[in-house]
């Protein structure tokens, strides 16, 4: 069940740098932790994130061992053009979300 | 040897003891770093929100007879006067939404720390954020409340440390590099930083008895919900920020 949350003005105006906060719920296991009875957890973490407007790419990340669960990824980028900014994330055991918000300029 | 020091320093300075008046009370928000404060703050970076989420799901759900929102509107306030005392137990917001469920939805209870518990409790007491806990000392409550103060003031555990020895003499100082709180259950469930998730009260009281090496009380425990209540008093007229998050 992947889920996400999106934070991003609907509206700017042309040029305007726009904050843009993502959250994705997963419990990033890093793959080092064992149980008590000693065996290994293996890792299941987010290992890509990207974001594109309207078709290019804008920002990318790759996600390792060390963060956090429910990773927060803020970025910020100019407001051009009307449009779809869309979010991608994958990671291990096929783990896949999508979503997309719009955004009007004026 | 730094640790022998501070338990020395707590054990002498425990000496003088006493609750801490009411004007002096602080959440263990203000004891928080920047960057932590923010995170409870922002409502979109709070991790919370997908219990929250799953909450408000669970909240509409029909679940055996009738969902939680066929009998019950808005649950303002509620969380604000829990543990309640019902015909001589004390029921904490957890049990009483399992009583919920099993008395009135015929539905089988939900674990104690299981997801969905600390879910539809976090959409519950969410709804009371912001609003002064109202949790009182009368006839009702007060055997439960004095066998909670009892527990807070008795030295247990392997380290022989009893809570207020911490949290009501030393709050402020530092513990292994954390500031001690003054233990306010202000924003339960919380968000914690060390648990990557959100977790009970009974949750981090468990972990403060394991601290001191005592065997901790089970989860929904009744000395567990006289402490939880004995607390809650404590910290009467102070906000709730229900989901909290805490390091």
Redesign the interface.
């Known amino acids: 069940m992947a889920r996400v949350a999106i934070t991003a003005p609907s509206r700017a105006k042309k040029g305007e740098v726009i904050e843009i906060k993502t959250l994705a719920a997963h419990v990033m296991e890093n793959g080092f932790r064992r149980t008590q009875e000693g065996t290994l957890i293996p890792r299941d973490i987010i290992t890509q994130f990207a974001c594109t407007y309207n078709g290019v790419e804008v920002f990318r990340a790759e996600l390792y061992p060390a963060m956090a669960a429910n990773p927060l990824i803020a970025f910020t980028t100019v407001a051009a053009e009307s449009g779809t900014l869309e979010f991608k994330w994958t990671g291990d055991n096929g783990y896949s979300a999508t979503q997309s918000v719009t955004l009007t300029v004026t | 040897m730094r640790a022998a020091a501070l338990v020395l320093s707590i054990l002498c300075t425990s000496l003088a003891a006493g609750e801490i008046p009411l004007a002096e009370r602080r959440s263990g928000y203000e004891f928080m770093g920047r960057e932590t404060r923010a995170?409870q703050d922002?409502d979109?970076?709070n991790?919370a929100?997908?219990w929250l989420?799953d909450g408000e799901t669970l909240w509409n759900r029909k679940e055996g007879a009738a969902a939680c929102a066929s009998c019950h509107r808005s649950m303002a306030g509620v969380a604000a006067r829990y543990p309640k005392v019902d015909s001589g137990r004390a029921v904490n917001l957890e049990q009483q939404i399992n009583a919920c469920r099993t008395e009135r939805q015929k539905a089988a209870p939900f674990a104690y720390e299981s997801r969905e518990l600390l879910a539809l409790t976090a959409y519950v007491a969410r709804q009371s954020r912001g609003m002064p806990i109202a949790v009182e000392s009368n006839d009702a409550t007060r055997p439960h409340l004095e066998a909670g103060r009892e527990l807070f003031k008795r030295r247990q555990g392997q380290l022989n440390l009893a809570c207020t020895q911490c949290h009501d003499d030393n709050w402020g100082k530092q513990l292994a590099g954390t500031t001690i709180p003054q233990a306010h259950p202000t924003g339960y469930p919380i968000y914690r930083?060390e648990w990557?998730?959100l977790g009970s009260l009974h949750r981090r009281l468990r972990n403060c008895m394991i601290g001191v090496r005592a065997e901790p009380y089970p989860y929904g425990s009744p000395e567990l919900v006289d402490l939880e209540l004995y607390l809650m008093w404590r910290a009467r007229g102070m906000k709730l920020e229900t989901p909290g998050v805490r390091p």
């Open positions: 995170m922002d979109s970076t991790p929100l997908f989420m930083l990557q998730g």
